[in-house]
């Protein structure tokens, strides 16, 4: 089993990282005093509800980023000890894809746009941000100044040419909505499902910079190399772009605009 070590990174958040071959992945417990989530699930680990239990008693729910396996792993733990598992169910075909599952829909909460979950003392907002998945979230944690952004933002490349990724066009629409809610906190610090492949802090101009390159590829002035990748029994074309801060876009050449 992977090694799964746990950070406190301030009082009432926790870092779960579990390092799985090719990338680890994190998970964020986020504590109020009322209640507590945990934000992702990890890839392989098991026993994770039993580390979050020796941290907590709190009620607790889990809150998914999106429907790829390596953030959802340890979610039927925790429903099975009655944890509430929020996801947005446009990806459980996301979640399906990678082949038989155990988690079935009826294992999920409806995760919806603008929904807060008050913790006590600290409140989660969702920004769904759909992109590298159609039900991609962000979670917002004004009084602490953190996004919790999954894929979204900071996980190395963002990548946006899966067959189930949205078109650019419409993932800028999204990206200057959440942008709007983002920027109102200007030392925001992103902390995204793969720390690893990220500068430790991760801030806004990062989303900036990621902003400007989809205009520009949309715009022609920024083109990657077309190259191919594998994706299961598909080779998918895609190329890869990157400007400023943002750490690489990947896109469909195909699938620029809707
Ligand atoms: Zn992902």
């Known amino acids: 089993m992977n090694e799964v070590t746990i950070t406190k ?127 991609s979230a962000v979670f917002l944690d004004r009084e602490d100044h953190i996004a919790f952004s999954g894929d979204t933002f900071g996980s190395g490349p963002i990548w946006l040419q899966l067959p189930y990724s949205l078109p650019l066009s419409r993932f800028q629409t999204n990206l200057e909505a959440a942008l709007k809610k983002l920027e109102e906190i200007p030392d925001l610090l992103l902390l995204p499902g793969h720390r690893n492949q990220s500068p430790r802090e991760l801030r806004l101009p990062y989303v900036h910079d990621l902003l400007d390159t989809v205009r520009a590829v949309r715009a022609g002035t920024l083109r990657g190399e077309t190259q191919t990748m594998a994706m299961g029994e598909e080779v998918i074309p895609f190329a890869e772009v990157s400007h400023g801060a943002m750490l690489g876009l990947s896109y469909s050449p195909e699938h620029i605009e809707e």
């Open 9 to 135: 990174l301030k009082d009432g958040i926790w870092n779960f990282t579990e390092n799985a071959p090719g990338t680890a992945v994190d998970a964020y417990l986020v504590c109020g005093s009322e209640r507590a989530v945990l934000i992702d699930a990890l890839q392989d680990a098991t026993g994770i509800y039993q580390k979050v239990r020796e941290l907590t008693e709190l009620p607790l729910a889990v809150l998914l980023t999106h429907g790829h396996y390596d953030h959802v792993g340890a979610a039927r733990e925790f429903a099975e000890a009655g944890c509430e598992v929020y996801m947005e169910l446009s990806d459980l075909s996301v979640l399906k894809s990678f082949g038989p599952c155990t988690l079935t829909e009826e294992l999920f909460t409806p995760l919806r746009n603008g929904q807060v979950f008050d913790l006590g003392g600290r409140v989660l907002e969702t920004i769904l941000v759909p992109g590298h998945t159609p039900g």
